[in-house]
């Protein structure tokens, strides 16, 4: 079985017909050729854009050159409301000072320090799953709610049950089905000063989203100050300071990077786990190798991560087809020549995780599921030159370790509990904010 992806559009449409397409579906804007070309050039009134998926040109902007391909400014239009100055949006010094105090938060260490808040609520998701068995569910709604309390857990040490913790969890679902990817200013150039058009539901809900945020950071800034407060990653942040500076993050500024590691954290999470379960669903064989792995091996430890090979390479592969953040948008700062086409100054340059993962050109059988091409020396050339899920670089996403236990933690744990069968209903991919399915995804659950 092939996994499902979205029907391309014809090569050439109306800049109108366009912007339709990419403000209902980001992936069924984008022509066949992608998936075969090095690089494409698109032209509009306003800008020029270049996709990239040569090897070589993704590590000369996120490796070699990252300081002269800033992320573009058109991406942050739409999320501006709610993740405010975030290290997701900002460039620069700013940038730069954020990620200094943010990286020791998610050191490897750290990890294992967290690792029995993922196990605890990795026990309770697959007790989830398991009281459903004989039935059939919406598994990103399942995935959303897993997501979410290992994502509150490693923050602030509450489960998703807390009153505050579901407040924002509603909150956010809220916000997702309320804004659009594309925001007007996100296409046509406006200046600062101008209003940015976004929906009154779409500020609404960032508003609440803040301002339930705003009151856990008080009561924790209280916690640090009375010595009661717990050692996690809201403590991490907020006791954390920049080596240079010398100062921290103020209370506005600890409200940005918790909208976005809640943001990232989860809606990332919630649609790779969603994903790779449907995938696993869809070819038992490779789900009975999860289980059988899963059943040899006490969890409760962090060393026993390694262990779960085939979960994580079936995490890799639903990552690889499925990638949650499906395009990445740098700035040029000045003019280039790629591939012999001159750049200017100001053009937007793409780089789709989607496109890049099943290039023709770079991977084997690039749309077939194939959890076992990561042990094989070709699979491992191109998870060096042509796997970004989470981006790489100095901007690589701080939380790519932490998706790492999360994802084959949870599969390894739901699937020795459940079996999971394909419904009728095959998903639809469509990319919002992630890659989600349009209409859910259904399967049926069955007790082991």
Known sequence: ????????????????????????????????????????????????????????????????RPQDFPKSNRIAEGLRPLLGESVFLTNGEAWARQRRIIDPAFAGGQLRQLYPMFFEASQEAAARFLAAAGSEIEIEAQTSRAAADIIFRTLFSLPIDHETAAQVFTAFQDYQRAQP???????????????????????????????????????????????????????????????????????????????????????????????????????????????????????????SLSLLKTARDVFREALRLYPPVPMMVRQATRGERFRDRNIPKGAQLVMSPWHLHRHSRI???????????????????????????????????????????????????????????????????????????AHGIHLRIVGR
Not at 231 to 251: H, I, N
Not at 382 to 405: L, T, Y
Request: glycine fraction near 4%; proline fraction near 9%.
């Open 1 to 64: 079985m092939i996994p499902p992806k979205p029907k391309s559009r014809p090569d050439s449409v109306s800049l109108w017909r366009y912007m339709r397409l990419f403000r209902s579906d980001i992936l069924s804007a984008q022509p066949e050729r992608l998936y075969r070309a090095w690089m494409a050039e698109f032209r509009t009134p306003f800008f020029r854009s270049f996709l990239l998926n040569q090897p070589e040109l993704i590590q000369l902007l996120l490796k070699e």
């Open 181 to 303: 990817l594309l925001n007007l200013a996100g296409f046509i150039p406006l200046p600062r000063w101008l209003p940015r058009f976004h929906g009154r539901q779409t500020r609404a809900n960032a508003r609440t989203i803040r301002d339930l945020i705003a009151g856990m950071v008080r009561t924790r800034a209280e916690q640090i100050a009375k010595g009661t407060a717990p050692q996690d990653l809201a403590t991490k942040l907020m006791t954390g300071q920049d080596p240079q500076a010398g100062t921290g993050f103020s209370p506005e500024e600890m409200v940005d990077q918790v909208a976005i590691f809640f943001l990232a954290g989860h809606e990332t999470s919630a649609s790779a786990l969603a994903w790779a379960l449907y995938l696993l669903a869809t070819h038992p064989e490779w789900q009975e190798k999860v289980a059988e792995e899963a059943s040899a091996h006490d969890l409760s430890e962090f060393a």
């Open 363 to 437: 991977w084997k059988d690039p749309d077939a599921f194939d959890p076992s091409r990561w042990q094989t020396p070709q699979g491992q050339s191109c998870a060096r030159q042509a796997f970004i899920p989470f981006s790489a670089g100095p901007r690589a996403c701080p939380g790519a370790g932490f998706a790492m236990v999360e994802g084959p933690l949870l599969l390894a744990q739901i699937l020795r509990k459940v079996r999971l069968l394909p419904a009728d209903n095959v998903p639809k991919p469509v990319a919002h904010l992630t890659v989600r399915a």
